[in-house]
């Protein structure tokens, strides 16, 4: 399994990118995707996430900002991140999860990371 995230990149304040994730995943659609970013000297922690059924969660700070989103027919998920902080500098990995009915993750990949810089 393959999960080659894209997009990153070097932007100004305000600035907007769009990360793209494709997925060599069979049965794509029944995988929750999700979007991590680690900063340095930091852990990695859950930016946004998009559940099999469509359902979307994002933390606090990228609320309002960012938009997760996913195309099934081509195995891949997006990331609008606009409005972009310094503090949204970070790299930013790509996640597939297979959450069985009982809430426990069955498979879980992670794709390879992409950089995003924000400058001030």
């Known amino acids: 399994v393959q999960l080659q995230a894209s997009g990153g990149g070097l932007v100004q304040t305000g600035g907007s990118l769009r990360l793209s994730c494709g997925a060599s995943l069979n049965m794509f659609s029944i995988y929750d995707m999700g979007w991590y970013r680690q900063a340095p000297g930091k852990q990695r922690e859950l930016v946004a996430r998009?559940?099999?059924?469509?359902?979307?969660n994002y933390a606090d700070s990228v609320k309002g900002r960012f938009t997760i989103s996913r195309d099934d027919a081509k195995n891949t998920v997006y990331l609008q991140m606009n409005s972009l902080k310094p503090e949204d500098t970070a790299v930013y990995y790509c996640?597939?999860?297979?959450?069985?009915?009982?809430?426990?993750?069955?498979?879980?990949?992670w794709g390879q990371g992409t950089l995003v810089t924000v400058s001030s």
């Open positions: 996640n597939a999860a297979l959450v069985g009915r009982s809430g426990i993750t069955l498979y879980d990949y």
């Open positions: 998009i559940t099999s059924g469509g359902t979307t």
